[in-house]
């Protein structure tokens, strides 16, 4: 029986951990926190916020494998009525609409977008300077970047079409991330996968096997000591907001001026938040230099054209700066192919959003953690049959 490790309990470690003991695969699993999920996870409290994702999307991978197994649960509705209360800033005011010419644009394959150039150099010369800025500012919503318009042409331009689908892709597991972690989780223990949370690794034991490292990319440079393990990121303050209900408020509020995106998420999701409150999450991408209170003052701005009267309303408020975790942004010139590989050698993997895998956001994660297992399962089967060869010879 193939015998795998896997560090980090979550998204990536939980898919690598369950395709791996679906293949017949004895796992172990460690998780340094006392709960499964990582950034998936859900809080726990009144206030049911997510601590990274969000949205589930359905084109992804991940979407029919955990479909396929049972694990997508139930998804919280948007009705129409609140999904027509979508709004963007624009040169200063709220409305109704985007510039036409950045729904055009968003329409454009992303092939057709290159490589090699940044993206508002390449949307402006066929968009329009004014709607290649707009579409750039609003991929913000999946970049955490200050600058979405300085990111290789490609790269922003397959995700603006898939943000901007209709029927727009972007579904809500209800009571959030957790629940999906929670089904996940149950699905490893059924499979018989030994999980060990308050577990952190600090080192390779001695003479290991296969191992996949399904942490950070940050914390798998420090585990392996291997100094190249860097890729870039986004950097923003999240803004998570309890408020008394106000019927009229705005479902999102997009900045078209400068990224930046709010978004109420009880809309789709009542049980997010008890009743007669709203649940709003904000993330404001700031540069390098900026500091969490400059996201701050970006997401009051927004409140104020979206939500009125919203400092009398908030209940409850919290805020960070989420430095380097939102997931792998390329720059001109390079593709995910250019992202730490997988197979560091030696029977060691790497699975996370900022290594080399195909995907948005959380699609990173599943797409290397299933490459990861597969590399697992058969580097197994080499030290396996190496060690059968060696008892013969013996
Ligand atoms: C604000 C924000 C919004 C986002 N929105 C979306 C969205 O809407 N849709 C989407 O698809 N994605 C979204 N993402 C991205 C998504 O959250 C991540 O891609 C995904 O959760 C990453 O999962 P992971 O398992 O790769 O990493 P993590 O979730 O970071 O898991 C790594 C785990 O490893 C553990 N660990 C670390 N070091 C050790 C060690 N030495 N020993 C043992 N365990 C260790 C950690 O405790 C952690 O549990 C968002 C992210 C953020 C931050």
Known sequence: MHEITVIGGGFAGLTAAITAAESGARVSLYEAHHTLGGRARTGEGPYRTNDGPHALYNRGPHWTWLKQR?????????????????????????????????LRLARRPAGSAPVDSDFLTWATTVAG???????????????????????????????????TALPPEAHYPRGGWGQVVERMAARAWDLGVRVETTSRVDALPEGHGPVIVA??????????????LRWTSG?????????????????VVSDLDAPGWLERF????????PAGEQLVQGQLPVGPDGSKA????????????????????????????????????DL?????????????????????????????????SFNSALEAASLALRGSSHTAARNRLDVKRA
Do not use: C
């Open 235 to 251: 950097r923003t303050t999240l803004v998570d907001l309890a408020l008394r209900t106000r019927r009229g408020d705005a479902f």
């Open 332 to 364: 001109p010139g390079t593709t995910w192919r250019d992202r730490p590989a997988i197979d560091r050698g030696d029977g060691v993997y790497l699975a996370g959003d900022q290594v080399a895998a195909p995907g948005l956001l959380s699609e990173v």
């Open 70 to 102: 049972g694990l997508l649960g139930p998804l919280a509705p948007l009705s129409p009525l609140e999904g027509a209360r979508f709004r963007f800033r624009r040169d200063g005011a709220l409305r109704r609409t985007p510039p036409l010419g950045m």
């Open 266 to 273: 009880t809309a789709q999701d009542p049980s997010l938040a």
């Open 215 to 228: 942490t950070t990319l940050d914390a798998a440079r420090r585990l392996l000591g291997d100094d190249s």
């Open 129 to 163: 300077e004014r709607a290649a800025r707009a579409a750039a500012h609003y991929m913000g919503v999946a970049l955490f970047h200050h600058d979405p318009g300085s990111l290789s042409a490609a790269f922003v331009q397959e995700r603006l079409r898939r943000a």
């Open 294 to 329: 400059d996201g701050s003052a970006h997401a009051e701005a927004l409140l104020d054209l979206g939500f009125p009267g919203w400092r009398e309303r908030t209940v409850w408020r919290r805020e960070a700066l989420a430095n380097g975790r939102t997931g792998a942004v």
